[in-house]
DNA sequence: TGTCTTCTTGTTGTCTGACAACCTGTTTTT
DNA sequence: AAAAACAGGTTGTCAGACAACAAGAAGACA
């Protein structure tokens, strides 16, 4: 929540001065790269204590805007360090809620796959075509490459979200799927058996591509429906999921 | 972005003992509007200065897990106040954006919906009916009651994503559509003229609504796709929203 | 000349101490 | 009893200092 959301407190100076701040770099006055002015003078030229620069910048540094290194500078972080939407670690907190969040992001990728069905280019198709290889051969390493094959269905789907043409269906996804692997690498990913379902579950991959190949929307979004409702039942069933 | 998903930097104090207490409270060792250790103390058992204690409290802060009182003493937020979403304003800059967010919209609602139609109740069924006869009633009304009929129309989709069960569904519509409101509401939505196409616009809705009251899924989440793809093409149509 | 070492300088990160602003409960005064 | 002054504690801000670190400058040496 941006400090200016919440009506009730007085801004602090550190709020004001973060909001400030973060306003100079969003408006672009500050390039990405370009390295910030000192603690020291930015404390000067807004008439506080370098402390409170130092807390804003804190803020600033946590939601990825800015990155620092000691000895040289802050700098302002690429816009693609920058999401458009960020998720509280609060979804994560019950393993039962990871399953709300994939209902989550089964409506935006049916839309990105519905969209992808329309905008494509020949281009996306060729990238998406290599990334269902990439899945395909994957999968011929077995257990073992379980955890590759789970980076090549992601990219797959990462491609899709591309051929959407909506960047912020792209960047959501992206955010949910960083998130959601840093919640479940450690639990789940890595002693995933794949091979159980796992020509079941490339035709449901296939069903999507082809739908976008043909242009189809509508049987494209419904493809992808239908695959994560399936792979949200297989969550299901795992005993490793289901605890707690 | 958390600190601890940048892997290039060694992690600094104050990002340590930022995830130490926002892992705190999120565990749970700090429930709900309990008083935190005072910076000091929070210091001492750390073991770093309170400088450091408090850009980390900053931090909290910022993303609405604690609120201070000058005076008295940090508290744990409600849970209610910790958004599990937040935007970048710099989403709705360009108006052209606007249409990529509400494709991002309608997959989630297509979503809500087809989540709706499976596990409502007789009591949300009821709720939703109340909501689509407001819708009716407002429209009733003429072009006066433009307004009225759209926050109507939102308290109905508000309505389905409640009965979706899926928590962050309704959390996310919800932030969409406040911020949606707050940036359209000037430009578009008091000179709305909702009359050329009222009924149409509620046989879309009747749609939806049947399709969750008949708990057919994919019907529910076809109804809410075909509402909005006409929608969007509305909304393009319009003069004072092509601008830009 | 070229390369390595050392020094210098500047910046961030952390520490310490102090005071202002503010709230709350207690005590004193009226 | 009610109001005012007091006391203690907490956050907010300030000031100064040093440590850690990086990058360039200057010098030593082959």
Known sequence: MDSF???SRRPSLTDDISQKLSRMILDGKLVAGE???TE???AESFGVARTVVREAISRL???GLVDSRQGVGAFV???SA???FRISPACFEKRQKLLEILQLRTGITSEAA???AVHRTDADLQFMDTAYDNMERALSGGDAAAEKHVLAERSFYQRIAEASGNQYILEFLSMLDTRIDMELRSVAMKNARVTEWSAEVLAEHKAVLEAIRAQDETAASQAVRYHYSLAAQRLADRADLADT
Chains 1, 2 share one sequence.
Do not use: I, V, W
């Open 82 to 84: 920058r999401s458009a």
């Open 35 to 37: 390295q910030l002015p």
């Open 40 to 42: 020291q003078s930015l």
């Open 61 to 63: 540094k946590h939601d």
């Open 5 to 7: 959301t919440r009506l």
């Open 77 to 79: 972080a690429e816009p």
């Open 114 to 116: 519905g969209l992808a």
